[in-house]
């Protein structure tokens, strides 16, 4: 994972799109990420919610390299438009 990848996280069901904006290695040998999230209202609410059940902080600053997955915008972008062509088929 590199700065400028374009990664996915799901977050109980929840599908987030972000850019890594910086990596890190921590001593206990991990790579950790901070990531810019896009659209992410979903998310926010989902936090907001838990934490009204539990008084703590759950949100991430940084992101364990193995919590992401990196997607090929481009190819991601054009099967989404395959798929979205086929739909509005007539």
């Known amino acids: 994972m590199k700065t400028?990848?374009?990664?996915y996280n799901f977050y109980h069901g929840i599908r987030r799109y972000g850019v890594v904006k910086?990596?890190?290695k921590?001593?206990?040998?991990?790579?950790?990420?901070?990531?810019?999230?896009f659209n992410d209202e979903a998310y926010k609410?989902?936090?907001?919610?838990?934490?009204?059940?539990?008084?703590?902080?759950w949100e991430l600053d940084l992101y364990?390299?193995?919590l992401l997955q990196k997607i090929?915008?481009?190819?991601e972008l054009s099967t989404l438009e395959d798929v979205r062509h086929y739909l509005n088929r007539p």
Not at 26 to 37: E, F, I, L, N, P
Not at 72 to 75: C, G, I, N
């Open 72 to 75: 090929d915008l481009h190819k």
């Open 45 to 57: 609410r989902a936090i907001q919610d838990r934490k009204k059940l539990v008084d703590k902080k």
């Open 4 to 7: 400028g990848d374009v990664v």
């Open 64 to 66: 364990r390299a193995d």
């Open 26 to 37: 921590a001593t206990d040998g991990w790579s950790y990420c901070t990531v810019r999230w």
């Open 22 to 24: 910086a990596t890190e």
